[in-house]
């Protein structure tokens, strides 16, 4: 069985998580952005209205916190 290490992003604002992404693109084809909504944990990240903006180029999973 073949093993794939996705790359988790956390981040506040979307500026980061833009910075972030292009620098994984070189290197990976998925990465996780997780997502706080303030209601279950005590943070708040990025909406997924933002997500659908993000660049293209990779499959991204969201893992909703």
Do not use: F
């Not at 996705?6 to 290197?27: F, G, V």
């Amino acid at each position: 069985m073949k093993s794939i290490i996705i790359p988790a992003l956390l981040e506040k604002y979307e500026s980061e998580i833009r910075l972030k992404i292009e620098k994984l693109k070189p290197l990976v084809k998925r990465i996780q952005i997780d997502i706080a909504d303030n209601t279950l944990v005590r943070n708040r990240t990025l909406s997924l209205k933002s997500i659908s903006q993000l660049p293209k180029g990779m499959k991204i999973e969201v893992h909703l916190m």
